[in-house]
């Protein structure tokens, strides 16, 4: 049983458009919900995180939005440039996250020049 | 600063032989440990955490084993190893709040 959907699998956008990034997950006990980074043959990289008891968070250009009701969060890359061309991860996890992440299978994302 | 190792960078073993591949944190104290696998094109699984010397849970039934001896050492071990253990193995230890966490540089294992 998949906990997390990820959507797209893959996407490619112009250089200075906003790819958006769609995460829904089921388990109503996460409360905790980060995006991760990856280039090949790197590990993951945290780049930004939300709980639930807010509906957005900026952190440069990277924004997450929160639906708690339909139990989703995206993530949005503003003014995209081909550095950010990655595959990123949408992860949850519950109380405290001792018990580890549950993560989405990724999008990898192109950003042309 | 917090720093992961994991060692080897890259492996390439034969199917049935032993495997050990291993964690070491720097920079912090008591930390929870994690290991996940990934396989080509797909998400992160989780294997074992733990939260503590010589305390290991583990989420998929496999022939993979954990092993935490000291506070900031992370083992995973095998005995011998299958052709769908092939994979990128990353470890990950949690911040003081619990919930942040941080992944080292990953192991290339490929089995043959």
């Known amino acids: 049983q998949q906990q997390v959907k990820q959507s797209p699998q893959s996407l490619i956008v112009q250089k200075g458009g906003i790819p958006i990034i769609n995460c829904a997950y089921e388990?109503?006990?996460?409360?905790?919900f980060p995006w991760y980074q990856q280039f090949p043959g790197k590990g993951p990289a945290l780049l930004i995180a939300?709980?639930?008891?807010?509906s957005e968070k900026k952190e440069g250009r990277f924004t997450i939005s929160f639906n708690k009701s339909a139990k989703q969060f995206s993530l949005h890359i503003m003014d995209s440039q081909p550095g950010d061309s990655a595959t990123y991860f949408c992860?949850?996890?519950?109380?405290?996250?001792?018990?580890?992440?549950?993560f989405g299978k990724g999008t990898h994302l192109i950003i042309q020049p | 600063s917090q720093t992961i190792h994991q060692w080897p960078a890259t492996l390439v073993q034969p199917v049935g032989s032993p495997l050990s591949l291993e964690c070491t944190v720097e920079?912090?104290?008591?930390?929870?440990l994690y290991w996940y696998r990934q396989a080509a094109g797909r998400g992160l699984q989780l294997l074992f955490y733990?939260?503590?010397?010589?305390?290991i849970s583990s989420e998929v039934p496999q022939n993979l084993s954990a092993s935490r001896p000291q506070d900031r050492q992370f083992i995973l071990s095998s005995k011998k190893l299958l052709l769908s253990d092939s994979g990128f193995y990353l470890c990950?230890?949690?911040?003081?709040?619990?919930?942040?966490?941080?992944f080292g540089p990953g192991t290339r294992l490929t089995v043959l």
């Open positions: 920079g912090t104290s008591n930390p929870n």
């Open positions: 992860a949850a996890s519950r109380g405290g996250g001792a018990d580890g992440l549950t």
């Open positions: 388990n109503t006990a996460f409360d905790y």
């Open positions: 990950a230890r949690s911040s003081g709040s619990g919930n942040e966490q941080f």
């Open positions: 939300i709980r639930p008891d807010v």
């Open positions: 733990s939260v503590g010397i010589g305390q």
